[in-house]
């Protein structure tokens, strides 16, 4: 007979062992957050990602998503590069005008495939302790709704920012769970320790948390720069500043990422030296370039002409403090002619923002 109480011990023990800093166990009820989600949904605040209400109830119910379940191993992994500077929030707080600003989460290798095999290992040690059961991993998937579920499982609480956040991490962490359907026992939730804070909310450059713990996704940079398929509107453009892709200012400016934990794994230190890259340097690249330079990184999903888009609306932004500059300037003339019309008008309003009309 198996002693769980020993079995989930162990389980956390091996979780440590697989990098993940932390791992927590829940059952699979979320009726608590159904009405919020299909309020969210309702209001259109998803945008363009159809997936989030492709669906159904199965989102808040494991059960229905992978029959048989009725545990989750929620776990969260750290990705602050390891070599990343003390002062990390200042300097990334204060980027040069033609700097690219990129997600610190994705300047490295893809979190999807580290968090996903390291999930599988797990799971597979767990077999090979009790013998064959039902499972099933995820990170980042669209079907499950990882933050309610680690706020259940006490991994930390859900922040205005709508991102989980831990006292003693802050909320630079990934988050992945293994769906399961052993009796394991469940942790209990932690306490949200956001208080009277606004500070996301108000620094957020797009004012994308509508209200706290909402966002709309619409405005949101990370959405616009990485999920959007088409067009930039034109009126968030000035906004988005030279974030080319992702956004991290909710979470730098988070009294809690002070506590933000290095990872322990190398996978996602900087590779092309995303941290600090000229954008005429990232714009010059081919597609060719683009897809070997960014070979197993999570930028690659975009493509090129997504990368061009962003990269043209921050050269554009750019005018505010070198207006004309002759190095932008030329570098989107290069790119007035390219074959998507996207690219194009974008390239064409960047222009504009220099005083130049194409
Ligand atoms: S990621 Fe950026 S744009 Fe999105 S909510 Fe946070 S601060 Fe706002
Ligand atoms: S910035 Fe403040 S309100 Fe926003 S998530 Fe952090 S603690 Fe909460």
């Not at 959405?223 to 067009?231: K, P, Q, R, S």
């Not at 999903?301 to 050269?315: D, K, Q």
Request: charged share 25%; proline share 4%.
């Amino acid at each position: 007979m198996t002693d769980y109480l020993q079995l989930a011990q162990e389980i956390k023990a091996w979780g440590r062992e697989a990098g993940f800093a932390d791992l927590r166990i829940t059952d699979v009820d979320l009726r608590h957050v159904e009405a919020g989600f299909e309020a969210w949904l309702a209001a259109g605040y998803h945008g363009e990602m159809a997936y989030m209400a492709a669906h159904g109830n199965k989102r808040s119910r494991p059960d229905e998503l992978v029959p048989g379940t009725i545990r989750v191993i929620s776990v969260r992994m750290n990705y602050l590069p390891e070599n990343i500077p003390d002062d990390w929030r200042r300097i990334e707080q204060q980027h040069a005008a033609d700097t690219a600003v990129i997600s610190i989460y994705a300047r490295g290798r893809d979190y999807h495939k580290v968090l996903r095999s390291r999930l599988q290992q797990l799971a597979e040690r767990i077999q090979a302790r009790i013998g064959d059961f039902g499972y099933r991993v995820f990170t980042d998937s669209a079907p499950v709704m990882e933050v309610a579920l680690a706020e259940k499982a006490g991994l930390g609480w859900k922040g205005k920012h709508t991102l989980l956040l831990n006292r003693e991490a802050g909320s630079m962490f990934f988050l992945g769970e293994i769906l399961v359907d052993i009796p394991l026992p469940v942790d209990a939730p932690m306490r949200n320790h956001c208080g009277q804070c606004t500070s996301c909310i108000e620094v957020c450059p797009t004012k994308a948390i509508i209200a706290p713990y909402e966002v709309d996704a619409r405005r949101c940079i990370s959405y616009l720069t990485i999920e959007l398929h088409g067009a930039i509107p034109v009126e968030l453009r000035p906004l988005i500043g030279n974030r080319v892709y992702g956004c991290d200012d909710c979470q730098l400016f988070c009294p809690w990422n002070k506590f933000a934990q290095r990872a322990s794994v190398d996978d996602f230190d900087v590779r092309n030296g995303l941290d600090s890259a000229s954008m005429i340097s990232l714009f010059a690249w081919t597609e060719a370039e683009f897809l070997r330079n960014l070979e197993g990184s999570p930028i690659r999903r975009i493509g090129h002409e997504r990368w061009l888009r962003n990269l043209a609306v921050g050269l554009g932004n750019a005018a505010l403090s070198l207006h004309g500059d002759a190095g932008l300037v030329g570098a989107l003339n290069q790119r007035l002619d390219h074959s998507s019309a996207m690219v194009r008008e974008h390239v064409q309003w960047a222009l504009a923002q220099h005083g130049i009309s194409a």
